[in-house]
């Protein structure tokens, strides 16, 4: 007899390997192939890799009777535990036209229905860490699947479109409003009931100075009064490391903007579109946020500023089942867009929290082994799952990276 | 009423372009998608690429009520041609998912019935010459899809096989024999007498000292034995720009060469086999071509040399027809291996023949402006068309270049 | 009348720019020239780029008369002020064989004539920020001016010796003792009281949790049982970007440790010397000071748990001004080794601290562009100067420099 | 009793000897130091290489009374030999600044005794050859001395001058004229007549069709002529590797040049000058010379084409004895300049003439390592010595070369 706990935990299972299933509907399966540069990685490689890390973590250790499809997998889907062993190296996961996009899906039933075997045998219970840990990770490779793809779409000068729903224009909105924070001695992180990442914990006090929250997110047009401003050619607002990066890169617009006619457009999953000056300002690195909240003469928050404001809030917002796959202009009252849209770059480096112990094993290779030259950027975005957000999440990429769905929250001292 | 001429010229370009379409039989759709380094192309990008060559140079310029299918594929599909504009970075052609596969296909039919009308509209006769080269360049490209995917393979941790006939193995082959040359005030180069490439000719003289060919290619056994005599190890075997490479690339065998269990394996086409010992070295670059022939007190011909020697010999040999896609065992009396099996790197570097001048316009640029740095190999391959080779033939890669089926034939001064 | 004040400011002008020359004693000319990375810089650009200092934020702003020796120095000598104009590359600072060693010290001794006379001027009072400003940064120069030079003289197949006294030996050292710190709302950071850097402030309060640290730093004999242990050849002990760092560099010992006969020998100022066990390990990156606390089980400090642990010691200890240039044996009871020896490798990444806002106008890019990528050290080294250092003091490198005198202090949760 | 042919040959030693030294006395201790590429040495280097020459392939196996002054400059002198063993990484020659220049000299006045001793010992006759060769060796790094130091100077934004004679202006000259040459089977190379490098032989036979060569160097207006028809900008007339080139190092105009005021100044020995119209282009690539050529409907000539033609004339021109260390504008009548001025590129790639084969042992590695992707240069610099050049000389660079005195010579097809 199945207990209802572990029925639930199977319906999760398949529901979010349902879902990246559902992901991929639009794909032609030359678009499954492609790696476009080091950091993203081809839907097939995506689709492979979160299957053998419930083969890896879950299926080997506790099936005495599982048999991997094939060993091989091992090596090619193996992203970078190394206590797992070699593993294909990350800038030419693009080069494996083999297995085919079908023995990908015939390697995800396979796995599948050794899960079915596994959760069914009464150990989902004790299992549960580890298979909510690998749904998560799903969740999150899902996410890397859109924005990966949105990269691949973006190379090709065909520039081809994925596909979403039409993103609700609007006629305007309202002007950005500073909310105050008290601070004082807070507590921030994750406390242990239910899921969470390692690095969310332990909670833990924090001495905060009262601050104050912009009201929304920074939008198109806010942004443009930067880039009219010079804002890309005045060295006195940015980083240092900062101004080398958008000198050798020569940069001086977000992420997939291009001028047309005298006029922005930018590549969203649904193609090309004129930039709509409402929309939050979305594919900025951290060095853009911080350039900007500079010349504004304000700052980023920082991640506990951040947290303590979220979470009194509800986790609403316009995340992937929306389907819109991109940011919508704010409405509403109050402390908006906190969740959803897109990640906001906060101050903080990613560092461990005290007391922060990473697990033993492979799996505590998770987060801890990164704590070093990346951000935290906090709130989910467009494309992630709304169950897989949460006021604690820390999520991290280096000061460079403008290819997810990054955006700017601006922050001041009180 | 189409005369016999244009019938025939149209037939070869129907069978030049079903040729093609044969070669791409064996693969899946995700391995005509992938690109694993500059000098290699995606299979879908040779099937655009042959057709946009027809497209560009034969049909836009001289059928008025031609369109583009899309007029995009001018840029995705031009490889080097200034003259016709930008163009896909070349070592990004495997970021572009689309067109898809089918699409690509459609392409290529769709520019068919456009040559059908064309070559049946009483044109052929006048653009032939441009045909006959649209044909050849097809036939190049069929040899570097052959060459490319088994990069793409090798490069696959699974080691996929494209699928070959069983080369014949030969219980033993006969001792390497040196055959004598006169030399004298010779002439080598096309005379102009049906098609040849611009740098074939013009046909001039040329003074050769007396000199010797060896009967057959260096054989595998041969190679090994270079090998365990510290080959590899010794610099003053090499150039000084070979041992610079060896070090860097950390080479210690030719490409696709790997031990297991104490054998030497090689990747072909039908996949990883036991190194036959009988069969001609493959894969080796001009730098160890030029070290083998070094320590063996010899060196390798130049192309005039080996041009004179081949002119007599009739046009047979192990080609991209016989299906075995990989060099043959030596067999037969005299001169053998001259055309087919492998490559033969000549210490010839690639400039012009005295009076060479390139053709004006675009398809000036197919061959002249390549005359830098690379040296000049003979002879055709297993990959390459029988009907694609002459004794005039000056195929020319970088000193580097391994990924082509090339070997070495030994020569030595009389 | 020149007021008590003004003449102490003059003098500790003097004593810097006279500490600067004696720094330079033992060098050949050939020796101010060499640079070997472009982290380093020629002792010649030292020399010019203080001085430079000194001529563009004090004396062109301030005194009407002034005219430069040279209008080209400023572009030779300006290090990384944008605000100032444009400069020569960092990595090529090494080129510029002219002005000669000689030229510069004129360039010297012009600057500090005009610094008498602006001193003398009565203005020196109005001027004391920047003034002391200028001779932080030169102290800054003369720890720097050292660290080059070991790394020239290190980069030379000779290994020179630059001179400096013997290191006294130690029998033994006190075996390493934990500290209890009880932790609280706590303040630290720069109260305003005498010079800081600007990133030092403003003082604020930061809650710590109970904490303990090391009573020693980390002896080369303690990093040796680390190396013997398989320290370097073990993935899950490091950050994966240390990881990824120690394989592309090959590092498997700190920097300036080479094996002879089975020995380890370390290069010091005073030439190679066999690695003395009871020393401090110096020359380690922040990744390898993270990997050796999280072998030992332990972590690194936060520069707040530094800060007020140190906040109660005086500023003693083994600094420029001994003459040894390396770093000593512990002794003595209690916390020891603070200040001095070597710079100390916190957890922190160096980011602004509350209310922190960097000066107007170029000076203001003196400290807070860095703040990315980089982490905080504290404490000072064997080639800081004494009046240099403080307790809120705040240095700040890539977690990858090793050319510094870097090592490590453990801590741990209480 | 000494010989006069061993007196002779001590006497040309000496002065070779001395001839170097003299070139060194424009130089600043510091400008012996620096490298500013990995092509270019420090003068410094050039003068303990020359000397470890002497040292390791005359004194060290001639003279068993003979104990190198410091072993470890076997280490840091040599070049590229490998048969001798490991040695300082070319790039990093600039990293050493010890030995000081005053050891090199002593290290210099310390081989020149020994040598002395054994020229004196009655061996210098069967030394003869590595006598010369290592005379001819030095002659070789007196040129390369005074191109490096001419790049040190250009890269220091101070452009000091090393110090030359004034060149002597032409009010106009001559227009440039073709001289035919009738071709036929002649013979080229070396005949083993007095001293020559291994590559200059054997002499052989070629078969040349009739040509056509320049009067004289294409000038400065010549090559601005180009510049201002788009000759940069104009793909179709550079080699693809040339096209490539151009475009990443961003050239568009001869290494040296700068455009100040609407003027363009070259830089010289004796310091930036403006540009001399009818001086010959200077500085310029092979692939420069080949794309001017072929802007001019001609070509460059091939080796052979020059050397026929030069063989007739005397060894006259404008050499490093005159003190100008710059081209000079064409005079007199027939076939000018043809020694002497600059290096004239050939379109023959560096290649071993039929028949070669380079010295056993180490002195075996002097030229022929190096016949690959190099082109040909004939006829003499002004940086090269009278006495060192002559009609069989090949000079070698790769086509991307600039800081030679290298220029251009048109030749075309009778």
């Known amino acids: ?32 192939v492609v790696q476009t540069m080091a950091d993203c990685s081809p839907t097939k490689w995506h689709l492979g890799h979160t299957t053998w890390f419930f083969e ?31 593993r294909q190296p990350r800038p030419n996961r693009g080069f494996m036209s083999r297995p085919t996009v079908e023995e990908v899906f015939q390697y995800r039933a396979y796995v599948d229905r050794w899960m079915t075997t596994l959760l069914g045998d009464g150990q989902a219970s004790q299992l549960e860490s580890l298979l909510v840990l690998g749904i998560n990770h799903e969740q999150q490779h899902q996410e890397l699947l859109l924005t990966d793809i949105k990269h ?7 520039r081809p479109a994925y596909g979403a729903k039409d993103v609700p ?24 009931q239910g899921f969470a990442f390692d690095n969310e914990g332990p909670r833990h006090q924090q001495l905060l100075q009262p601050f104050r929250l912009a009201s929304r997110l920074v939008t ?33 617009a977000p992420l997939y903007w291009e001028k047309f006619g ?36 304000t700052r980023l928050p920082t991640e506990a500023e951040w947290e303590v404001a ?13 389907g819109y796959l991109h940011p919508c202009p704010a409405s509403g009252d109050g402390l908006t867009q906190m969740y959803g849209d897109v990640w906001e770059w906060t101050r903080s480096s990613y560092s461990p929290y005290p007391g922060f112990r990473p697990a033993e094993g492979a799996v505590g290779e998770y987060n801890g082994k990164f704590m070093c030259n990346q951000y935290v950027l906090r709130g989910g975005s467009c494309a992630t799952a709304r169950r897989h957000i ?3 999440y820390r999520n991290f990429f280096a000061p460079e990276a403008r290819w997810q769905f990054t955006g700017i929250r601006l922050a001041a001292d009180a």
């Open 390 to 392: 949460r006021s604690t």
């Open 56 to 86: 890896t973590f879950l299926l080997a250790p506790n099936l005495t009777a599982f048999a991997p499809i094939d060993t091989r997998y091992g090596y090619m889907f193996n992203s970078y535990y190394e206590a797992i062993g070699e």
């Open 262 to 297: 005298g006029k922005w457009w930018n590549m969203t999953l649904a193609g090309p579109r004129e930039v709509d000056e409402n929309e939050p300002v979305c594919h900025v690195s951290y060095f853009e946020a911080d350039a900007y909240a500079h010349w504004r003469g």
């Open 169 to 192: 224009r609007a006629a305007a909105i309202r002007p950005l409003r500073w909310l105050e924070y008290e601070g004082g001695v807070l507590s921030i992180g994750h406390d242990g």
């Open 310 to 322: 979220a979470e009194a809030l509800p986790v609403e917002g316009n995340f992937v089942e929306n």
């Open 220 to 252: 198109n047009r806010e942004f443009l009064e930067f880039m009219e401003d010079g804002g890309y050619q005045r060295p006195e607002l940015w980083l240092s490391a900062g101004w080398t990066t958008i000198q050798e890169q020569g940069w001086s």
């Open 152 to 158: 691949v779409f973006w190379c090709n000068p065909m």
């Open 1 to 32: 007899m199945i207990d209802v706990k572990e029925a639930a935990l199977g319906q999760r299972y398949c529901a979010v390997r349902d879902f990246t299933r559902h992901l991929c509907q639009p794909l032609a399966t030359e678009d499954y």
